[in-house]
């Protein structure tokens, strides 16, 4: 079995690797959905938007299931203190995901005008909403969000929800929505024709803008916050207890990994080239190219946040040292090694059919398409 | 601070989302494979009228499948966020069949079933029959890993806590995989979603047959319905009573509760056809009792006693007397200022008690302080460790009656199938009508006596309820649970107006011609005279 130490480690990267495939895989069909009542004018073009994600949204939406799986089992305390700490900003979350099962799959069973219009708003609200959430929730994670454990490791979170709405992270929210939102509009430049192609690429030039100017913002403002330093304790290979550290404030302190190994800076870098490239190959109409470049994007933006924390994944400013680090905020080894064996063996082959049923529904859905298929189409 | 106002709504919330969620599990895990077979006889049999079928059950599939997924995302959430120190408590555990259902079943029905949908023309037959079997196969694995990990808070095997983590963490994992209460709990409840899809199938084809609507496409689609609805509900039944029987080791709490055994009755003990259980007096009324088969279908023998509540009581006030002990223990041993001696000692405690942990912390509802424990709040933990009786016996006993109910409508079924005249005998037609809605009735009864059961425990004998919310405010359960009950209304309304709407068109909702009043009276002719065919519709 691979040594405790390190599995933390393979850990973190794995969430990681959940919320970068959460956000390129659901990610490009919120945005789809975000750009739903400004890409299409009527109720046809509208049809077009939705059927380019009707094939593959509910198996894109798992990435986000698996993640929440994959916290509860590999940090069990990150997801009891995250989710019960951001009681309402989570149940936001959950009641916008409500408008997407029932929004793809009622909305164009009945012809009425008024009943599909209220779909559509329901699909935005699903698709704008959550991953804006989700940047609230990192702007937060970087500023500490108040909680603090008593002697049997009960969580307890002493802060508001509209404390969570601050101006760093609501920053951090425009900074996740703009590139979902252009990488949605790349996917859909790469699926649709005429009028949407024209609007999407329009799209994703404003949001990759927006993108870019949020995320170079957040770093400088990143360089003045105090970041969270671990003084004492929280050896990375004992058993994992969070109550067994001390924790320091530094102003700049989230810059200290980047300082420490200067190629690190990529990760940034990538993130902002990757914004750039996918304006430029949107531009250039050439949307798959863009697709991979958002992809990157994300990637880099999202790695890093993981990296100016790490090994923080929930510091505490009410209580520095209750702050939750991918060393003692984990499962046991066993379990750890365990979903570890579980991700090798079935990742790959998700990998596999989801590419698989990616190609089978390959091709530009136009509006023939959907006055042909009126009663199978969404 | 746990009020009891907090832990009851966090308790409620938790019942109505979850009895919500599982107003469509059983639909789909049981229509799943009912489109297998269709498409199955499309593949083989190349008739056009199999791909019709698959394609409409397939659009009732699909409106009923949009809110399971809906709720579904509601049951991953809430462990985290109502349920927290659950979910830290033991994460470890519980945590990994949840996240394995996600890699392994839930990715394979979600990604499928966007083919079975839109894949028709771009598939060939083979392909596409391949893509409705594994959402098929992945919805009913989902389904496995869920009952994994309840089967594992009925009965926590292959664990142990830890007092440095302080949670229990995983130590065998193929024991809580092949947890014996999980298995049972496993097919007995997939097997009740096929007779639910079995039962919905058969119940809109008897309404065509009874107006004479699209006969060909009703009859073959009631056949399909009979034989898989008895095939299943004989499962429902057999493996019923294995949950029965597996009951007794690990739950004889849940069994003594449901049954209404006050006392211990010497081997083999008799089954209670009906009695009033009162509560109050812990006495049945008006007992009806068959002799032996309680003691037969518990033990699988003549000579085994099963323990009544009165002597499952008095040994969890003694199991509670020795938890005290434990927590006392994990007290000294989680100070950090604690002298070494006084450690050590207390660890050697721990060890002796830790089997009964849990039963000491039944005691934090009522006393912070152990020291300041009295036997009169032992007495009152141990009462606490019994359900409520009444509710329990009458919910088992209706699911049970129902489940025959439906063993009867399922071989009259099949055997008027075989015989091949069901469509004249409409008080079958009719029955299977108005049975549409019982299976539900039954999955929620036998959900109620699983889960209310465990009652005052999260983790049977290891976590209690009350220990294992998020430290919120009643307001922010009041706010919650509110919007639950809107949203969760609005969406089963809007769900049943499409399902009824498109049941009442029937295969003409495809659009394809074939189907529909226009061919009404072409279907009606070829029919022979006498059969409800020749009804006029408003006659039923």
């Known amino acids: ?378 | 601070m746990l009020t009891d106002e907090l832990v009851d709504l966090s308790r409620l919330q938790f019942a109505v989302t979850a009895m919500y969620h599982f107003l469509f599990v059983p639909l789909t895990l049981g229509l799943a494979f009912i489109l297998v077979i269709m498409e199955s006889c499309y593949v083989l049999t190349g008739r056009q009228i199999y791909k019709d079928m698959t394609q409409f059950w397939g659009k009732l599939f699909g409106i009923n499948f949009a809110l399971g997924v809906t709720t579904g995302i509601t049951m991953e959430f809430q462990f985290g966020t109502n349920w927290a120190y659950y979910s830290h408590y033991v994460g470890d555990i519980f945590g990994a069949p949840l996240a394995i259902e996600g890699l392994m079943a839930f990715f394979l029905e979600s990604t499928f079933i966007g083919l079975f949908f839109f894949g028709w023309e771009r598939l060939s037959k083979q392909k596409h029959l391949l893509v409705t079997f594994l959402m098929a196969l992945g919805s009913n694995l989902s389904a496995l890993w869920i009952l994994i990990a309840n089967g594992w808070m009925q009965d926590p095997v292959g664990a142990d806590f830890s007092y440095v983590t302080m949670r229990m963490e995983l130590t065998d994992f193929w024991a809580v995989v092949f947890n014996p209460t999980a298995q049972a709990k496993f097919v007995h409840t997939v097997s009740a979603g096929y007779v639910t899809a079995a039962l919905f199938v058969l119940g809109i084809s008897s309404w065509y047959i009874l107006k004479g609507r699209d006969l060909e496409f009703a009859k073959r689609s009631f056949r399909i319905a009979a034989a898989f609805g008895f095939a299943s509900v004989c499962s429902v039944i057999v493996l019923g009573d294995e949950s029965g029987y597996t009951v007794t080791k690990s739950q004889q709490t849940k069994l003594a509760a449901m049954e209404g055994m006050w006392e211990t009755h010497p081997a083999p003990a008799p089954f209670t056809l009906f009695a009033l259980p009162d509560d109050a007096t812990r006495t049945n009324r008006y007992a009806l009792e068959i002799p032996w088969v309680m003691g037969i279908i518990g033990t699988r023998s003549l000579d085994k006693e099963i323990p009544g509540i009165k002597a499952i009581e008095a040994e969890n006030r003694q199991r509670i007397a020795s938890g005290v002990q434990a927590v006392k223990a994990l007290e000294i041993l989680r100070d950090k200022h604690a002298d070494p001696a006084a450690k050590a000692a207390a660890q050697a405690v721990f060890e002796t008690h830790k089997a009964d942990l849990g039963f000491g912390l039944l005691l934090k509802k009522y006393v912070r302080d152990m020291n300041q424990v009295t036997p009169e709040l032992i007495a009152r933990a141990a009462a606490d460790t019994i359900p409520k009786v009444a509710p329990m016996f009458w919910a088992f006993r209706l699911m049970v009656g129902l489940g025959f109910a439906f063993f009867a409508l399922f071989a009259f079924a099949l055997y008027y199938s075989l015989k091949d005249n069901f469509s004249e005998k409409t008080w079958l037609l009719r029955w299977a009508v108005w049975f549409i809605p019982m299976p539900w009735i039954a999955c929620e009864l036998g959900w109620f006596v699983a889960e209310y059961g465990r009652q005052p425990w999260t983790i049977y004998g290891v976590l209690p309820t009350h220990l294992s919310v998020s430290s919120l405010t009643p307001e922010s359960l009041y706010g919650s649970l509110a919007g639950f009950v809107g949203f969760y209304t609005l969406l089963l309304a809007v769900e049943l107006y499409l399902m009824v709407k498109f049941a009442r068109q029937g295969p003409a909702s495809l659009g394809n011609g074939r189907y529909g009043d226009t061919r009404f009276a072409a279907q009606a002719s070829i029919v022979s005279p006498g059969t409800p065919a020749q009804r006029h519709p408003s006659d039923f």
């Not at chain 1, 073009?45 to 949204?57: A, D, F, K, L, S």
């Not at chain 1, 508001?160 to 760093?168: C, D, E, G």
């Not at chain 1, 990143?222 to 290979?237: E, Q, R």
């Not at chain 1, 531009?283 to 790490?310: D, Q």
Request: net charge neutral.
């Open chain 1, 1 to 378: 079995m691979i040594d405790y130490m390190t599995l933390k480690f393979i850990w973190w990267l794995l969430v990681g690797v959940l919320l970068v495939g959460f956000a390129i895989m659901d990610g490009h069909d919120m945005g789809v959905g975000t750009l739903l009542p400004f890409v299409a004018k009527d109720d046809v073009e509208r049809r077009v938007v939705i059927n380019t994600v009707g094939p593959h949204w509910d198996g894109n939406q798992v990435w986000f299931i698996t993640g929440g799986g994959a916290i509860f089992a590999a940090w069990p305390l990150v997801y009891a203190t995250a989710f019960s700490g951001f009681y309402w900003a989570m149940l936001a979350v959950l009641w916008a995901l409500f408008f997407r099962p029932v929004g793809f799959d009622y909305r164009s069973k009945i012809a009425n005008p008024t009943w599909r219009s209220t779909w559509d708003w329901g699909l935005f609200v699903g698709g704008f909403v959550p991953p804006l959430i989700f940047g609230v929730a990192f702007g937060n994670l970087l500023q500490g969000v108040p909680f603090h454990f008593d002697d049997t490791l009960r969580p307890f979170y002493t802060g508001s929800f509209w404390a969570l709405l601050n101006p760093f992270a609501l920053l951090c929210g425009m900074v996740s929505s703009a590139m979902i939102t252009a990488h949605g509009a790349h996917y859909l430049m790469l699926r649709s024709e005429g009028d949407i192609f024209a609007r999407s690429r329009t799209a994703a030039l404003i949001c990759a803008g927006i993108a870019l100017l949020g995320f170079i913002a957040a770093g400088f403002w990143v360089a003045h916050l105090p970041g969270h330093v671990i003084t004492a304790g929280a050896d990375p290979a004992a058993l994992p207890n969070p109550l067994d550290k001390q924790v320091a404030l530094v102003p700049g302190g989230w810059l200290h990994n980047f300082q420490r190994h200067p190629w690190l800076w990529g990760v940034p870098g990538l993130g902002i080239a990757g914004l750039i490239g996918g304006a430029l190959l949107a531009w250039a109409r050439r949307p798959g190219l863009a697709f991979i470049a958002s992809s990157l994007a994300m990637t880099g933006i999202i790695g890093t946040a993981g990296v100016a924390l790490f090994p923080f994944v929930m510091p505490s400013s009410s209580d520095p040292a209750s702050g939750l680090t991918a060393w003692d905020a984990v499962s046991s080894h066993f379990t750890l090694a365990l979903m570890f064996g579980a991700t090798l063996i079935f990742m790959p082959l998700i990998v596999f059919y989801t590419s698989w049923a990616y190609k089978v529904m390959a091709g530009k859905v136009t509006l023939d398409f959907i006055r042909a298929n009126d009663k199978q189409a969404y």
